[in-house]
């Protein structure tokens, strides 16, 4: 079976294949870009740029129908001029062009730019099919976007700050499906990311898709992971155990690379499209590649700062479990691939409400990693030093409180929650909630200032290492279980070292983050006339199309859009709700232990709020009445009336059980997280009643 795929998706290929055009856009902007450049910054500022899944669309037309035959690209309906939020549609250029300026105007000062991929739009309209010529030349339109925007005064000189980009499973034709290294897609896009790639790696990406930038010259480098050939999706491949396979090429490039890093004394960020996810109802990755990924995760977890992904479209974050590497022989794995292929031709794609869950689930089984930690720092080292001079009997027995907290501690990987690894995912700037962006800040103390990525990079030559190379000078060694178990054992962390800047808090440690929106609602300010006796689906199916909020809504007049600008939806330094220190493993494990409590600590659950009110500086940022921004959504959920509260305990009898759970009470971390997951489009009646049996939750569709 899976031979008959390989050959349908190698036919596919050849047949759909098309040279590149030159063509930058193929819809005229709305909106250009000012072409203001400035200099490139001569000191580091500490912060990043991530930005992910775009799907410009040039066939998108305003006030066109939403409806699936139409996809915002005819008929008569509702489709705004910078997009239909909560819908299917793609993203309209001039949402593209405004995002780029804004860009330009408020977030220059960054010290590099994580791009993420899916810069073409979906193949969702029978009538106009994509083609390979139209997926190569949006992206180099996005490509020209980023170089117009962080190009130098002097365009001799190049880029002002790197730009790391990779490909995300909509950026090739048919969407999902690339066959191994090297191909014309591959030899394509190293010539559209040619400013973006190191020179010396170039030839490595023609093979498989994979580099990495030395952002910080000899300090920090991003990688770029090719997810493509880790992805279930993507039939053209078998996962990453058997060596004629791309995927696992991929990771032995990764492992060696991490080990160049740790020899050199730098860090590592992970990138990719694609994320790990690994749940009961959506499992992204070929389970050989979740395996070797979390494996390595594990082993240079003193290198690792951290991974930052996207094509999910919902904020969330997710936990790599390091206790739950179990690599398999190969005659196992191919088993295991051939069920896990039969099976997803049954089983019809899960909706968003119930990963969330699955999520929630995992988590509520997490011990209270802050009581833990307190303990440890609350026990002085002069106490344990008068302990070994005198020991009574009590002293040789440890009371119950010390021993469950050695069990909390062992249960997390020890003070700094070293069993796990965290991933992050970023909302899409495709609307199908509100367009998003993130700028993440990290500790640059102890740097040099001035050793940037611009004042450096005429001189610096980014070696790679050659996993090739390392293979013949290894004796080769079979990288079959035996041989893998041995690398675990050889490669783990000493003791005596230092947690990561993925745990401890050190130069290099994500810090937080701030999350911009875009409210389209209020932005492309449209009066709707909405048909009577139309009837609507309350259930969303995830493999249909959705039309969103506007379904059957026709404009009352033309098209006269409010100024278009990102505001902040949140931040992590000053939100109430998530309380994180800084993005550390110990901040997140213990987030996810709060979302995770069916009965929620003091202060943790919405009847808490009653007598407290929440107060965000965002919500000040906008007067007008007008306005139907979330801002902050803390106010959103937080300050409630009396009347709603009351409401609110009556419907408790109706909580839903959740396995061996049962909802008593409402926890306000939970609803926050899930309403932040859809970037403040859930309607409040929905969020309301999230956890119970009537509850409607939109969808969100997977990247087919």
């Not at 609507?536 to 909020?549: I, M, N, T, V, Y």
């Not at 202060?603 to 929440?614: A, F, N, V």
């Not at 009445?625 to 009396?642: F, K, L, P, R, Y």
């Not at 932040?676 to 939750?697: C, K, M």
Request: hydrophobic letters at 30%; proline letters at 5%.
């Amino acid at each position: 079976m899976r031979s008959d795929l390989l050959f349908l998706a190698a036919c596919l290929l050849q047949a759909l294949y098309a040279s590149p055009i030159s063509d930058p856009a193929l819809q005229p902007p709305l909106e250009d870009l000012e072409s203001s450049h400035f200099q490139a910054s001569s000191q580091l500022h500490g912060r990043f740029l991530h930005i992910t899944d775009l799907h410009p669309d040039a066939f998108y037309k305003i006030h066109s129908s939403t409806e699936e035959d139409d996809a915002c690209h005819r008929g008569k309906g509702l489709a705004g001029t910078y997009g239909t939020e909560t819908s299917d549609c793609d993203t309209p250029y001039a949402l593209v062009n405004a995002t780029f300026k804004w860009i330009a105007e408020n977030v220059r000062d960054v010290d590099f730019v994580v791009w993420t991929g899916d810069s073409a739009r979906h193949d969702n309209d029978e009538k106009i099919p994509r083609t390979a010529d139209e997926v190569l030349s949006t992206n180099r339109w996005i490509a020209e976007k980023f170089r117009e925007v962080f190009r130098h005064d002097d365009s001799n000189k190049g880029l002002t700050v790197p730009i790391v980009s990779t490909f995300g499973n909509n950026d090739i034709l048919p969407h999902n499906i690339l066959l191994s290294g090297p191909n014309r897609w591959l030899k394509t896009y190293t010539d559209i990311w040619r400013e973006f790639i190191p020179e010396e790696q170039r030839h490595g990406f023609e093979r498989g898709g994979w580099y990495y930038v030395e952002v910080i010259p000899g300090k920090l480098a991003v990688f770029s992971l090719n997810t493509l050939y880790f992805f279930k999706n993507n039939a053209a491949v078998d996962g990453c155990a058997l060596r004629s396979e791309p995927g696992f090429e991929h990771m032995e490039w990764l492992r060696i690379q991490l080990q160049f890093m740790r020899d050199r004394g730098m860090k590592a960020i992970l990138t990719g499209h694609v994320p790990p996810a690994r749940t009961d109802s959506k499992q992204l990755w070929d389970e050989t590649c979740w395996q070797k990924y979390t494996l390595w995760l594990q082993q240079y977890r003193d290198v690792i700062v951290g991974g930052l992904y996207g094509h999910m479209n919902i904020d969330h974050f997710m936990l790599q479990d390091h206790k739950q590497v179990n690599l398999l022989s190969e005659d196992s794995v191919s088993t295991e691939s051939v069920i896990r292929a039969t099976m997803e031709e049954e089983l019809s794609i899960e909706s968003a409400n119930d990963y969330l869950e699955e999520l929630r689930e995992d988590w509520s089984g997490l011990p209270n990693p802050a009581a833990a930690v307190k303990e440890v720092k609350d026990n002085k080292p002069e106490d344990s030093k008068k302990g070994k001079k005198k020991k009574g009997k009590k002293d040789k027995k440890k009371s119950k409180k010390d021993k469950k907290k050695d069990k909390t501690l062992k249960k997390i990987g020890g003070p700094w929650g070293e069993r796990y690894s965290i991933t992050l995912v970023s909302p899409s700037l495709v609307p199908n909630f509100f367009p998003t962006l993130r700028v993440i800040e990290y500790n640059i103390t102890g740097l040099d200032a001035t050793a940037t990525w611009a004042s450096t990079r005429s001189g610096i030559l980014t070696e790679e290492k050659d996993w090739l190379d390392e293979e013949e000078q290894s004796s080769n060694q079979d990288d079959d279980e035996a041989s893998i178990e041995k690398k675990k054992k050889k490669k783990k962390k000493p003791k005596s070292s230092p947690p990561g800047p993925a745990y401890s808090p050190q130069t290099l440690t994500l810090l937080g983050y701030t999350q911009y929106f875009a409210n389209l609602t209020h932005i492309n300010n449209d009066e709707t006339i909405t048909p009577e006796m139309l009837e609507f689906e309350d259930e969303l199916d995830a493999d249909k199309w959705r039309p969103g909020k506007h379904q059957g809504k026709n404009p009352k007049h033309k098209p006269h859009p409010k100024l278009f600008q990102y505001q902040v939806e949140y931040d992590t330094f000053t939100d109430p709700i998530y309380k994180l220190k800084d993005l550390t493993m110990r901040s997140y494990l213990n987030l996810a232990h709060r979302i995770g409590q069916y009965k929620p600590a003091k202060g943790d659950s919405i009847e808490d709020l009653e007598d407290k009110t929440i107060d965000d500086a965002s919500d000040d940022s906008d007067d007008d009445s007008e306005n139907e921004t979330i801002g902050d959504t803390s106010d959103d959920i937080d300050n409630d009336s009396d009347d709603e509260v009351e409401v609110d305990k009556k419907k408790k009898k109706k909580h839903k059980k959740k396995k061996h759970h049962k909802q008593h009470e409402k926890n306000k971390v939970w609803l926050r997280f899930v309403k932040r997951a859809f970037v403040g489009t859930l309607e409040e009646e929905d969020l309301r009643t999230f956890d119970e049996d009537e509850v409607s939750i939109p969808e969100f569709r997977e990247e087919l």
